[in-house]
Structure formats: structure tokens, C-alpha cells
């Protein structure tokens, strides 16, 4: 049985490494990839060929029963082995269409977005991987744009002030942040719907702002729920007040399977301080601020909007190296004494 790949030329991700190369070829599973494969997360052909991999003379698909990717463009004349198993992130909400289309073709798509939040199931979730690692990112990113200094430094000549941070959403990829401005001397405040944020937040440093509400914004698996009206205007107005006073705001308020809610209006950026940030993790699903574009910098007054959707790829070969262990994790589930076994709960639920 063959593992491959499609590759993307505008992800710097890849989803094998040489370390999981050797893996599948330990479980039975023949690796080939097309030639410069991981050059773009810093692996080059050999470390492939020593871990056991084949490497095609041309970048064209090779034919495998088993396609993994982090997240290949779907062009509606993709041609994969009939029988084969796509295995990445797709994006099924926007690519309805095409992946109708592969499955008419005989591919199998498995969307790794579903993946379910179980205890079995963490050591196979690339969101949260790739979460941690997109929030880290995206606080450097913010402080490259600001033109300040960010810890409290009391000198001969006077003290410079501590520079104040606002994460909006303390997911995954907020709590990361908020982590990373702490490590680096900002003070620190976050919003979240879910209650259960707050001690998350206190453990890190931060201060957690919230609004009371008798509901608890948090579903059974653990993600952030579309609230009230009511509760939306007086968040609203929280977010006002804080806003206005904060150097930096990183966004990262998501809800699956929907727009992502917006969270910053342009009067709120007109009421930032000059050289203020506004980092928007949330553009690829229609962003949080009202001013946000997806994979552009922005300079609207004195506020720098940032939108861009490639943090975690901005870091490519560790996220590379976390996202394809879970990617095996996930493959050799599926693998059963040589074939594919698709009884498994966790298979089901990513399997289109």
C-alpha cells in the first residue's frame, strides 16, 4: 500500500516529515513524493531518502492509496487513484462542490477538521497543533508592526510604560498569545464567551474581562456558541471600553461551521491609541474586525490591521513536524493488518 501527497505551492507546510516517513515504512505503508517535496519546511530529498522514502524525478502526484496534505488546493481537475483516501484539511463548508466531485471520481476525502474532541482523539487534532502554534506566531507578528517598546524598562532617562495587550477569544491559539506577551512584559487582558477562559487566562497572567450572562458560551465540545442578542450589544460595549485604552488587540473569536463574529468596528480602531495593532486571526472565515482583509496589512489613521491566515506556516517546519505526527497518529488507525479499516469512530466522523 502507497502514502503520498498533494502539494500546494502556496503552503510551506508539509504533512510528512522524514520522522513520519519512517513511521509509515515501520507500518507497512511505501512513501513516495515528488521531488523538493519539504524543501519549504527545511527538509531536503535526503533526509527523506534515509528515512526509507522514494522520491519521484518530477513535483507530479505520484499514485498512492493514501493522499495526505495539510491543505491542498482543490482545482476541479484533480486527478487521484479511484479508491484513494484524501486525507488533510478541506474545508468542506467551501468546497462543497469539488469534493463532490472527488467522490464521484471514487476518492475518499477525509476532512481533518472533524476530528473529534475526545480524550483518544488529542493526539490526532491538528487544529489544536497548529492553534498553539498560530498564536505564538501571530504575537510576534503584532510586534514587529509595533513601534514600541514592550516590558516596563525604568532607566536614568525616565520610565517607558509597559506596552497592554487585549486577546479577544482564549482558545488554543489566545491562550498562546497571551502566553508569549507575558514572556515578553506586556500586561495582558482577554475576553471570552466561556467561562470556563477564565482560570486559563488568571494561570497565565492575564486579567479576563467578561460580560455576566446566566448562559455559559461554551458547546459540549468545547467551542466557543453564538450568544444572545442582549449579551452581544453589552460585549460590544465592553470591548469599546477596553479597546480604546490597548497598544495591541489580537482577535481569534471563531464559531465552527460559521462566519466568524465581528468583534471590532472601525470606531473602535479610530479609538485606539497612534501605532496601535489590531491583529485579526479570524479572516479566512470572514474576520473579526469590521477592517480586517485576508492576507493584507492594513494602515487605517495611525492602526495597523493585520489579517494575514499563514501563522502557523510562517514556522513551517515545526508546525510541519507537529501537524504530520498527527497525521500519522490519524493514518495508522486506519491502517489494519495491511488494509484500510474504517470501523473506528474517529474515522467516521472525518470520513465525507
Known amino acids: 500500500m502507497k502514502i503520498s501527497t498533494i502539494v500546494d505551492s502556496k503552503e510551506k507546510r508539509v504533512a510528512i516529515t522524514p520522522e513520519t516517513a519512517k513511521k509509515y515504512s515501520e507500518i507497512g505503508l511505501e512513501v513516495t513524493l515528488p521531488r523538493d517535496y519539504g524543501i519549504t519546511a527545511m527538509f531536503n530529498d535526503s533526509d527523506y531518502i534515509a528515512a526509507g522514502a522514494k522520491i519521484e524525478k518530477t513535483k507530479n502526484i505520484p499514485e498512492a492509496d493514501l493522499y495526505v496534505a495539510v491543505k491542498p488546493s482543490l482545482a476541479k481537475e484533480i486527478k487521484l487513484k479511484r479508491g484513494s483516501y484524501l486525507i488533510a484539511l478541506l474545508s468542506p463548508s467551501h468546497n462543497k462542490e469539488i469534493l463532490e466531485k472527488l467522490i464521484a471520481a471514487g476518492v475518499h476525502p477525509c476532512a481533518l477538521e472533524k476530528i473529534p ?85 488568571e ?70 491609541p497612534p501605532g496601535a495593532i489590531v491583529l485579526d486571526m479570524a479572516t479566512e472565515t470572514g474576520g473579526n474586525c469590521e477592517l480586517s482583509k485576508r492576507d493584507e496589512t492594513l494602515i487605517v489613521g495611525n492602526v495597523t490591521i493585520i489579517g494575514h491566515t499563514d501563522f502557523a506556516a510562517r514556522v513551517a517546519n515545526d508546525s510541519s ?17 495491511g488494509k484500510i479499516d474504517l470501523t473506528d469512530e474517529i474515522i467516521q466522523a472525518v470520513l465525507i
Open 203 to 272: 494561570s497565565l497572567g492575564g486579567t479576563f474581562i467578561s460580560v455576566e450572562d446566566e448562559k455559559n458560551g461554551e458547546t459540549a465540545g468545547g467551542y466557543a456558541q453564538e450568544m444572545s442578542d442582549d449579551y452581544k450589544k453589552r460585549q460590544m460595549e465592553k470591548l469599546a471600553q477596553m479597546i480604546a485604552k490597548m497598544d495591541i488587540v489580537i482577535t481569534t473569536a471563531q464559531i465552527p461551521e460559521k462566519q466568524a463574529p465581528l468583534l471590532v468596528t472601525k470606531e473602535m480602531v479610530a479609538s485606539m
Open 321 to 337: 513536524q507537529l501537524f504530520a505526527r498527527n497525521v500519522f497518529n490519524f493514518v495508522s488507525l486506519m491502517i489494519k493488518d
Open 117 to 201: 474532541r475526545i480524550t483518544r482523539a488529542q493526539s490526532m487534532d491538528v487544529l489544536s497543533s497548529q492553534a498553539n502554534i498560530s498564536g505564538y506566531r501571530a504575537m510576534l507578528e503584532a510586534l514587529y508592526h509595533y513601534a514600541r517598546i514592550v516590558p516596563m524598562m525604568m532607566t536614568a532617562a525616565g520610565t517607558v510604560r509597559p506596552a497592554k495587550v487585549l486577546v479577544v477569544g482564549a482558545g488554543i491559539a489566545g491562550l498562546q498569545a497571551i502566553a508569549t506577551a507575558k514572556r515578553l512584559g506586556a500586561i495582558v487582558y482577554a475576553f471570552d464567551v466561556r467561562i470556563a477562559a477564565k482560570e486559563q487566562v
